[in-house]
């Protein structure tokens, strides 16, 4: 049977005392799109719920030196925000893409990060706007790069006493061009069989000063395809470069794609070399666009 | 079992519910308040049926824990005909429009539907169809759903 009881703590630290007092027997509730379906599934759920919801301060898209959003920022205000459709293109493929308007309208931007599946489908957009996580616990703040935020399946270094309050972006990506492919067979409603995402930027006479490649469901955390971003860094921006840069990414330097129920690994790495070339493509135009 | 005690507004009346605290929304609204037009399809959040609008946008009721509903506002299918039993228009061009068959999905496409219009009086195709796509049909095969929700547009203009 289901038993659980709740709290509704008006202040972060408030939540920060309750977490310390509860310790292992609680678990935080924001947008609950994962925490409900996980108690219904396993029918097991912890003795109490913190919930965050009451966190409104913690609901926000700003930019000042650099992009500031909020842990509690539903998905739903990722995909309405102008700003984050101009100038985070690849977050907003990403919000914009989770599961159907009912469910963005209450899920969280922390909580995808903090569930940490492998699929979550802002990851790959946040490493390549190289996010910075800051967390909140008892001895204060600290941020973590994205890169080294996911330490496995559905695992962070988010300690049971923290609480992430922000996703930071630094305000140089106003300079990249960003794109984020979701895979999946239908338009809606489906998690990624594979995700790529891309940022690029640059330099005089089309020359590519500086690339990042996301890849999710291709290894058992939300990765960086470093080896590939190596090779783009100072190439020409063309088809055979794009189509190199994709070769390396889907190449066991990069990644480790499983065969599952839902896709094979040899299809996953197609995917990734094809899409990683057409998401560079496509983060080039938008810099152009916007330029 | 622990209970809690909730006040919020339920289709235009403030109303108070003593439930356990491990309630949904959709099994307060069914068991609690007998409203049994929210229906239970996956009890996940795949399905949409049911689906009611929580302080202006469309959310999946099962998914939605009973404690969180405190002081907030939500509207049903229930809520949704005037006093005299005419329907809303959106309920309406379902009917016309054949855009129900068994009528299981049929609450919480209107529901899904009445959120899209009441920000977008004015919606695209695309619009529309990414409005209902958390909204599961088995009949109908969704054009003429699709086409009640045009019709229900131009109507409520
Ligand atoms: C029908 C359906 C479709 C979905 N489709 C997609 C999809 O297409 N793509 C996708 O990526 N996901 C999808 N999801 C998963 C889910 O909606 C997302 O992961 C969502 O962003 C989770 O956010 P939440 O606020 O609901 O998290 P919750 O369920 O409230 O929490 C998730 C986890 O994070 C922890 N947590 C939450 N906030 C914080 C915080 N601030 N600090 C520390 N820990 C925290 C919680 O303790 C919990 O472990 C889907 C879910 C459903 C039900
Ligand atoms: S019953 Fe809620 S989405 Fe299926
Ligand atoms: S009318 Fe039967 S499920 Fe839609």
């Not at chain 1, 703590?9 to 309750?18: D, I, N, R, T």
């Not at chain 1, 609680?26 to 912890?46: C, F, Q, Y």
């Not at chain 1, 909140?136 to 609480?163: D, N």
């Amino acid at each position: 049977m289901i038993e659980y009881d709740y709290l509704k703590p008006g202040s972060l630290a408030e939540v920060l005392s309750l977490l310390k007092e509860y310790g292992p027997k609680a678990a935080l509730i924001a947008g609950g799109t994962d925490v409900m379906v996980k108690i219904r599934n396993t029918k097991k759920s912890p003795d109490v719920l913190i919930s965050l919801r009451e966190l409104k301060d913690l609901q926000y898209i700003k930019k000042n030196s650099g992009y500031h959003i909020g842990a509690l920022t539903t998905h739903r205000m990722l995909e309405q925000s102008e700003m984050v459709q101009k100038e985070l293109a690849a977050l907003h493929e990403g919000a914009s893409r989770i599961g159907s308007v009912q469910v963005r309208n209450v899920a969280t931007l922390g909580g995808n990060i903090c569930n940490a599946a492998p699929s979550a489908d802002t990851a790959g957009p946040l490493l390549v706007l190289d996010a910075t996580v800051v967390l909140e616990g008892p001895e204060g703040r600290r941020s973590v790069p994205i890169a080294e935020f996911f330490t496995g399946t559905y695992k962070t270094v988010c300690q049971a006493e923290e609480v992430v309050v922000e996703l930071e972006i630094p305000s140089e990506m106003e300079q990249f061009g960003s794109a984020y492919w979701k895979h999946s067979r239908r338009k809606a409603m489906n998690l990624p069989i594979l995700g790529v995402a891309v940022a690029l930027k640059l330099g005089d006479g089309d020359e590519i000063s500086d690339a990042r490649i996301g890849l999710t469901v291709a290894a058992p955390t939300p990765v960086r395809a470093y080896k590939a971003e190596e090779f783009l860094k100072g190439k020409p921006l063309n088809d055979d470069v794009l189509a190199e840069a994709g070769k390396i990414a889907a190449s066991p330097d990069c990644c480790s794609p499983r065969d599952s129920l839902r896709c094979e690994s040899w299809y996953r790495c197609e995917i990734i070399e094809t899409y990683v070339a057409r998401m560079g493509r496509l983060a080039a135009e938008r810099i152009k666009e916007s330029s | 079992m622990k209970k809690v005690t909730v006040s919020f507004t339920l289709n235009k009346d403030a109303v108070t519910a003593e439930v356990p605290v491990t309630w949904t929304l959709l099994k307060t609204l069914r068991e609690y308040f007998e409203l049994t037009g929210a229906k239970e399809g996956c009890g996940v959040g795949e399905c949409g049926a049911c689906t009611v609008i929580v302080d202006g946008e469309a959310v999946n009721s099962c998914l939605y824990p009973i404690f969180e509903i405190e002081g907030k506002s939500v509207t049903t299918i229930e809520g949704l005909a005037n006093e005299d039993g005419t329907l809303n228009p959106i309920q309406q061009a379902f009917l016309e429009n054949n855009g129900v068959q068994c009528g299981f999905c049929t609450s919480g496409m209107i529901m899904s539907a009445k959120g899209l219009l009441d920000h977008n009086p004015d919606p695209t195709e695309g619009e529309i169809r990414s409005s209902i796509a958390g909204n599961f049909c088995r009949c109908t095969g969704y054009v003429q759903i699709v086409e009640a929700i045009d019709m229900a547009a131009k109507t409520l203009k």
